[in-house]
C-alpha cells in the first residue's frame, strides 16, 4: 500500500490534471448541458481543493464532511452524462419543489399579512407544485455508480451526520479513560482513504464532463491517473520492468 506522502503527491497530480481540464473548456458555452456538467466540474475541484486544505491543518471530519461532496458531484455528473436534458428537467423540478417548500413554512412562521408576505404568497403561486425528489442512492442507481455510492453513505456515517459514530470520534482511549477533544484526532488510515475518496470523486467527475463535453486533451492524463489510483490502492499490480 501507498503511504500517506505518495497519496498526498498523487492528489496534487490529480488536482492540476482536473484544473487544466476546466480551463481547457471554451466559454461561453450556451448548451444547458455542457454548462451544468462545467459547473459540476468547477464545484468539485473547488470541494477537492478544500479536502486537501483541511487535511492540511488537521481537520479530519470536516474533510472527510467535504470529501463527501465530491463524490456526490460524481454521482450527478455520471447521471447528467446519461440522461443529458432529462435530468437537468428533474433538478429543476426537485429545486422549484424545494423553494416552493422554503416559502410556505416562511410564511407558516409568520403572523399578519405585511407587504412581504402578501409578496411572498403571490410569488408562491407562480410556481407549479411538483412531486418526486433526488436522493444520493437514487442518483447513483440510475447512474450505474454503486461503488461511489458506498464511499458516499460511508462518509455521511462517519463525518456529516451526528451520529454515534462521528460523535465518538471527539473520545480517545488514553490510561486514565476517555478523554474529550474538540476536534477529532487524525487517524493516518482514516486520512489516506479521505484523500483516495476524493481522488475517485474528482477523477470520475472528469470522466463524466469529458463525455458531456465530446473529449478533451487531457483525457489521456486523466486515463492515466485512474489506473494509478489502482495501483496505489493496491487492487493493481505494477507491470515489473522487462
Known amino acids: 500500500m501507498a503511504t500517506i506522502e505518495q497519496w498526498k503527491g498523487f492528489a496534487g497530480r490529480v488536482h492540476a490534471a482536473a484544473t487544466q481540464m476546466a480551463t481547457s473548456i471554451n466559454v461561453p458555452i450556451t448548451d444547458e448541458t455542457h454548462i451544468y456538467g462545467a459547473a459540476l466540474l468547477g464545484r468539485t475541484i473547488s470541494n477537492f481543493q478544500s479536502v486537501l486544505s483541511l487535511l492540511a491543518v488537521r481537520q479530519m471530519i470536516e474533510a472527510e464532511l467535504v470529501m463527501r461532496a465530491c463524490l456526490e458531484n460524481l454521482l450527478y455528473a455520471a447521471l447528467l452524462a446519461k440522461e443529458r436534458a432529462n435530468f437537468i428537467r428533474e433538478m429543476e423540478q426537485v429545486d422549484q419543489r424545494a423553494r416552493k417548500a422554503e416559502g410556505e413554512f416562511m410564511i407558516s412562521r409568520q403572523i399578519g399579512d405585511s407587504a412581504e408576505n402578501v409578496e411572498l404568497r403571490q410569488f408562491l403561486k407562480t410556481i407549479e407544485r411538483t412531486s418526486g425528489e433526488l436522493t444520493p442512492k437514487g442518483v447513483a442507481s440510475r447512474g450505474a455508480l454503486v461503488d461511489a455510492y458506498i464511499m458516499y453513505a460511508q462518509a455521511s456515517r462517519k463525518a456529516a451526520h451526528p451520529t454515534i459514530t462521528s460523535l ?75
Open 168 to 242: 465518538d470520534r471527539h473520545f480517545v482511549e488514553t490510561a486514565s479513560g476517555r478523554t474529550f477533544m474538540i476536534v477529532s484526532p487524525v487517524d493516518p488510515e482514516d486520512e489516506i482513504e479521505t484523500i483516495e475518496f476524493a481522488c475517485h470523486g474528482l477523477l470520475g467527475t472528469c470522466y463524466s464532463v469529458a463525455e458531456i463535453l465530446g473529449g478533451t486533451m487531457v483525457a489521456p492524463v486523466i486515463r492515466a491517473l485512474a489506473d494509478e489510483i489502482r495501483t496505489l490502492n493496491g487492487t493493481t499490480k505494477e507491470t515489473p520492468p522487462q
